[in-house]
């Protein structure tokens, strides 16, 4: 991996990853103009599963659990399915840029968790300050909700911040499954065991009305599946066979702002100095956590 000056093209490429990666949560708010969240689940990783599944054919990688792995994958599956769950529902109750700021709590989480779980890995002095900038700039966006007595978003962004949490969950768990199952079959695993629960849920308890049809909510699944799903994994995979991670992630900070940014031209959706001043502490917060020494 190069320790040298990183080109201007290389640091414009990652933050056209990280806007794509922002525009997430807004693709789903499109999407749901025409899939409620359990189906726009279940299409969405429908499509990444396929991609999943070409790429390991093309790459002769088996997807096929080995017996002693079942169990652990059906786990993890599980816990996928519950995150993804929470996410759809979640953003489908807030905004956009709001869900942008939630989701990406998550890093902090790991801090939290890896504190507890992973040996070495404590809450020092410049971890725990950029755990409670961050905490601070959650704060500030709840205080936004709140404002004026509206309270209309609030179940929506603790569903997106309990979401945060069980993905930091499930990446710590990744990481610790990643030494001895492939992690092509770890992803494909927790699709498929989710698909069948997004797509039985939507059954029950959306109906017909979970699928419907546009141009607009079809790309938005297609910008899901494809674009981040595949795209984003595959370029920011690229960039890390030359770069070191710690010198590259930095620039994935400004995901949340890309969230919110995209929000208000794609969705019309107001920029509050709360949200705004919450996402820049947010985003400081994981920044120092990620750059503190361990």
Request: hydrophobic share 55%; net charge positive; proline share 4%.
């Amino acid at each position: 991996m190069s320790k040298d000056a990183i080109p201007v093209k290389v640091i414009l490429f990652v933050l056209f990853l990280a806007m794509l990666w922002g525009g997430n949560t807004v693709a789903l708010k499109i999407g749901f103009q025409e899939f409620m969240p359990l189906a726009s689940a279940g299409l969405r990783f429908s499509v990444a599963a396929l991609l999943i599944i070409v790429w390991a054919c093309a790459n002769r990688i088996s997807l096929w659990p080995k017996p002693h792995e079942r169990f652990s994958l059906f786990l993890i599956g599980l816990l996928f399915t519950l995150q993804i769950i929470c996410f759809n529902w979640g953003t489908d109750l807030t905004r956009a840029g709001r869900a942008a700021v939630m989701i990406h709590t998550y890093p902090l989480f790991i801090a939290f968790i890896a504190h507890f779980l992973v040996p070495g890995d404590r809450l020092r002095f410049w971890k725990s300050m950029g755990l409670i900038v961050a905490f601070g700039g959650i704060v500030m966006v709840f205080l936004d909700n709140l404002s004026g007595g509206f309270r209309g978003y609030l179940i929506g962004d603790l569903l997106i911040l309990s979401s945060g949490l069980q993905l930091a969950l499930l990446i710590v768990l990744t990481k610790r499954l990643v030494q001895h199952i492939d992690p092509y079959r770890l992803l494909a695993s927790q699709m498929i065991v989710g698909i069948p629960i997004f797509f039985g849920l939507s059954m029950v308890f959306e109906g017909r009305a979970g699928f419907g049809f546009s141009y607009p909510a079809l790309f938005a699944i297609l910008y899901q599946g494809i674009v981040v799903g595949g795209f984003c994994f595959v370029g920011w995979t690229l960039v890390l066979k030359h770069y070191l991670p710690s010198r590259m992630s930095v620039l994935f900070f400004t995901t949340p702002l890309w969230g919110i940014i995209l929000s208000y031209l794609l969705l019309a959706e107001p920029l509050t100095l709360g949200l705004g001043i919450g996402a820049v502490l947010v985003a400081l917060g994981i920044y120092i956590v990620n750059q503190s020494p361990v």
